[in-house]
């Protein structure tokens, strides 16, 4: 089959509730008159789906979301012209998930049991078998692993029979020790009533205060402390995302149906979500693993173009490693992690020397990127190390952090910078004429333009949305979720305005095409984009000095 049409005009990027509360409050406002010829497509982020964490990226599965949208916005959509883009994460799925589910229920007897990773099968030989009850590796095989938290990536499962089974589980997890029910220990311990009253309360005071059942105390009660820590055990719940065994033909009959269904709904382009954490071999990097990564890429690539899908690979690494060119090398579009720094480095230098730069490597190489400034996670840093100076990316990282950024580490290793979270709003200093200038050098950047909602709205930092997540909310700074009013109430302001304006003209201006010729100059603070084909020319003239911009047309 044909890949789908796909457009390089611009790219909405939102989550279903990030306008009105629904999708369909979304597709009202994108069928407004202000809106008209403004975006091409729209990348939904898969809170979209059936998912319970990380506001859409632990998938329970690909069924619509009953509470956020239904089949109708999906083809209203389509009937609107607007194509579309959607996750499909290779790496996990939800504890949630029915496959995970049925482990649980039936443990070895359950057609996934290998579904999933269990620990213990996949490092057999490989090291010694520790207290918990998993094989601890010998550092040999895992020197090179990288591992996202503190600890080895296990989650501890417990089947029927009553045994502890270690599951691999790169990203997050938690048990659940639900409240007991009087009623149930009488029914299922044979206790008398009272004393089932008694140490429910007990137990459920000590649940509230976060304490594990070993550390529960049945003052009063000790004859039933082992019985009842067991039954906290043998019920407990789990909340988590699960990786999957790409080497079980189940993982390959469940890939072949997502990206089926994903086609079902009109998507062109899948966006592939912590894709480079799926192959796995003792001895060999679990992230990035060479060439079991591109091994798996090409057959979900094999995939998915039966389907007239794109596949969007989406990796954070830093430019000296030259991951992205690898990709593009392999064929894929790339995501332009580097744009919204250089950026940034830009306006605070005033010289655009590094920005023409990484925009000169992209037309030569013939790169077919999304490029972007704000989304749903931060600015990204850890891509810029070997492209920008350190000293640069230090400067800019205060820079953002005085105007009330927050920095997160990678994965808490202290002064390994990932990402910046702030609104790209704010970022500039929530400066309107720089908030336009900086849209205009985007949509002038080689590349198809993903536009964050907030962006577009010129929304600020959102501190009480951080203070409400608590611990590790970082990222919700630049996700506030705004009324359909408030939106429209927002098309008033100049920022806006002049954004859709710069929208309109890029998705409408006949030089704007797949075979334009590109090219960009830059004079310390002047920089000069063209765009050119056998129609039309489109020229922006910027200057990052004093944050101006003309267009010019022929």
């Known amino acids: 089959m044909e890949k789908k049409k796909m457009s390089i005009g611009t790219m909405l990027n939102a ?44 998938l329970i599965d690909y069924e619509i979301s009953e509470t956020l949208a239904d089949r109708k916005d ?45 620990w213990n099968r996949f490092w057999q030989g490989c090291g010694e078998m520790g207290e918990e009850g998993y094989i601890i590796p010998d550092q040999k095989y895992i020197k090179d692993m990288f591992f996202r938290k503190p600890g080895l990536p296990i989650l ?22 639900n409240p007991i029910d009087p009623f149930k220990l009488v029914k299922e311990l044979n206790m008398q009533y009272g004393t089932a009253v008694k140490i429910a309360e007990i137990v459920n005071e000590a649940l509230k205060e976060k304490k594990k059942p070993e550390e529960i105390e049945l003052t009063g009660f000790e004859r039933y402390t082992e019985e009842v820590r067991e039954y906290l055990q043998a019920n407990r719940s789990y909340l988590g995302q699960m990786d999957v065994n790409i080497k079980s033909p189940l993982v390959w009959e469940y890939y072949r149906e997502t990206l089926k269904k994903l086609s079902d709904y009109g998507v062109a382009i899948v966006r592939l979500d912590a894709f480079a954490y799926a192959p796995k071999e003792p001895g060999s990097r679990n992230f990035l693993n060479d060439p079991g990564t591109w091994d798996l890429l090409d057959k979900i690539n094999d995939i998915a173009s039966t389907l007239g899908l794109t596949l969007l690979p989406e990796i954070h690494a830093s430019y000296g490693e030259k991951t992205y060119k690898l990709l593009a090398d392999k064929g894929y ?70 105007r009330g950024g927050y920095v997160k580490d990678l994965h808490g290793a202290k002064n390994v910078y990932y990402q910046v979270n702030a609104t790209y709003y704010s970022a500039l200093g929530e400066s309107d004429k720089t908030m336009e200038t900086a849209r205009a050098i985007q949509l002038f950047m080689p590349g198809k333009p993903q536009i964050w909602y907030l962006d577009l709205f010129a929304g600020k930092n959102d501190y009480e949305a951080m203070a409400r997540a608590g611990v590790g909310g970082h990222k919700e700074i630049n996700r506030s979720n705004l009324s359909l009013d408030e939106a429209k109430a927002r098309l008033d302001s100049d920022v806006v305005k002049k954004q859709l304006e710069l929208l309109r003209f890029r998705n409408t201006c ?30 922006l003239i910027a200057d990052l000095e004093d944050a101006s911009y003309v267009i010019e047309t022929e």
């Open 156 to 177: 501890m499962v417990r089947f029927p029979d009553g045994r502890e089974v270690p599951y691999w589980n790169t990203f997050y997890q938690e048990v659940i020790y």
């Open 74 to 118: 999906i083809a209203d959509l389509q009937e609107m012209k607007i194509d579309l883009l959607m996750d499909f994460i290779l790496n996990h799925i939800s504890v949630l998930s029915h496959q995970f589910q049925d482990i649980i229920a039936k443990g070895d007897d359950s057609k996934y049991r290998d579904f999933f990773i269990d």
């Open 510 to 539: 006949p030089a704007f095409s797949m075979d334009a010729k590109i090219s960009v100059e830059c004079e310390g603070h002047k920089m000069i984009i063209t765009w050119t084909n056998a129609q039309a020319t489109a020229r």
């Open 15 to 58: 989550y279903p509730d990030s306008i009105g509360g629904r999708l369909s409050d979304i597709v009202s406002l994108l069928k407004e008159e202000e809106f008209k010829d403004v975006f091409r497509s729209f990348y939904i982020l898969p809170s979209v789906f059936n998912t319970d964490l990380d506001r859409g990226f632990s």
């Open 333 to 402: 579009m790339v995501y332009d992690f580097f744009l919204p720094g250089l950026l940034i480095d830009a306006f605070i230098r005033k010289d655009g020397t590094y920005l023409k730069k990484w925009a000169d490597e992209v037309i030569e190489n013939n790169i077919l990127t999304v490029n972007m400034l704000g989304c749903h996670d931060g600015i990204p840093l850890l891509d810029l190390k070997g492209l920008l100076p350190d000293e640069d990316i230090q400067r800019m990282i205060d820079t953002v952090v005085a």
